[in-house]
């Protein structure tokens, strides 16, 4: 067990430009989540996959936001033309079942400048 | 919308005594509830779940569920410096789809 691994850790970018993110998560983990968290709030929902499929996208993702999961195994995140509001700590976990607590990634640090 | 409700603190006590963190939630079908800890500009970590009414205990933290009033609570004694961390409380939705997050709670354990 290698724990969920995100990539970059850090993420400088300049606004309008196009942005990936990549989490592996925990190999026995068939659920995948994606969050973002700004400072002085608690990490806010923005996806989230069983397996391949995406079953849950938030209400709060805007149509620049996409994330995919192909083959059920890594995810990647990608935000296009960047805002300064993007940026915030983009925090990934998984689990292996609905009602477990989630393991998090080390997270990718988003700067939008 | 479902709500997470946390004292933002600074809850500030001293080394050895008990710290008090509460949590409210607002979705009546609930399931799963969950304590995490993040220390600054690291990712949350699980320190707790909880999914029956009534105490659980781990070593120095104690989690306590009342479902009929809505409300999840982590004692942590004998507190110690290195547990002055963010408290984050999430719960679960019905189908334990998703967690929500409360904004958390600063705890300083002072020496």
């Known amino acids: 067990d290698t724990g969920v691994s995100q990539n970059p850790r850090h993420k400088i970018t300049k606004r309008g430009q196009n942005v990936t993110f990549r989490c592996d998560p925990i190999?026995?983990?068939?659920?995948l989540y994606w969050y973002r968290q700004t400072l002085g709030q608690g990490p806010e929902f923005l996806t989230y996959?069983?397996?391949?499929?995406?079953?849950?996208k938030s209400r709060l993702l805007s149509d620049r936001f996409s994330a995919e999961r192909p083959k059920g195994s890594f995810s990647t995140l990608e935000i296009q033309r960047t805002e300064q509001g993007d940026s915030a700590m983009y925090l990934c976990?998984?689990?292996?079942?609905?009602?477990?607590?989630?393991?998090f990634g080390s997270g990718t640090r988003l700067t939008v400048v | 919308q479902k709500e997470v409700e946390q004292n933002s603190g600074p809850l500030s006590v001293p080394e050895g005594a008990i710290a008090s963190l509460n949590c409210t939630y607002s979705d009546r079908v609930s399931q799963s509830f969950f304590w995490y800890r993040q220390y600054s500009g690291k990712s949350p970590e699980l320190i707790m779940s909880i999914y029956s009414n009534g105490d659980k205990e781990d070593g120095r933290f104690t989690a306590q569920l009342n479902k009929a009033s809505q409300y999840v609570s982590l004692l942590i004694r004998d507190s110690q410096p290195s547990d002055s961390a963010t408290y984050l409380c999430a719960v679960s939705e019905e189908y334990g789809n998703k967690l929500v997050f409360g904004a958390g709670t600063i705890l300083r354990v002072k020496s």
């Open positions: 190999s026995e983990h068939n659920r």
């Open positions: 996959f069983q397996n391949e499929a995406q079953l849950e």
């Open positions: 976990a998984s689990s292996r079942r609905g009602r477990d607590g989630y393991t």
